[in-house]
């Protein structure tokens, strides 16, 4: 069974700092690409980051480019999110994402638990 562990939400004044951690295991036979998704209150789902197996490719959503960085860990199957310069806009419950495939099957999509991000002063 595929889990994915999340941590290092928390909240933060604007302007601060924090980085996520995500952590895939179980019955993982290949990986295509980890990211992460947000959601605010009243809003839809969005793709924040993503990144392809081994950092080959990473993609970001315009509002955070230039102050969050995606990178990945292969040999951990763990994917971060560092985060800086937050703005309050960023608050959401932050969600990882995994595309990946168990020996026998398709690859498919895997969701972490959430992290709250609250940024406030």
């Known amino acids: 069974q595929v889990q994915l562990v999340e941590s290092g939400g928390g909240s933060v004044q604007p302007g601060g700092s924090l980085r996520l951690s995500c952590a895939a295991s179980?019955?993982?036979?290949?990986?295509?690409?980890m990211g992460w998704y947000r959601q605010a209150p009243g809003k839809q789902r969005e793709r924040v980051a993503s990144?392809?197996?081994?950092?080959?490719?990473?993609n970001y959503v315009d509002s955070v480019k230039g102050r969050f960085t995606i990178s990945d860990d292969n040999a951990k199957r763990t994917v971060y999110l560092q985060m800086n310069s937050l703005k309050p806009e960023d608050t959401a419950v932050y969600y990882c994402?995994?595309?990946?495939?168990?020996?026998?099957?398709?690859?498919?999509?895997?969701w972490g638990q959430g992290t709250q991000v609250t940024v406030s002063s």
């Open positions: 179980g019955g993982i036979f290949a990986i295509n690409s």
């Open positions: 994402n995994l595309n990946a495939r168990q020996i026998y099957g398709p690859y498919k999509d895997y």
């Open positions: 990144i392809t197996s081994g950092g080959g490719t990473t």
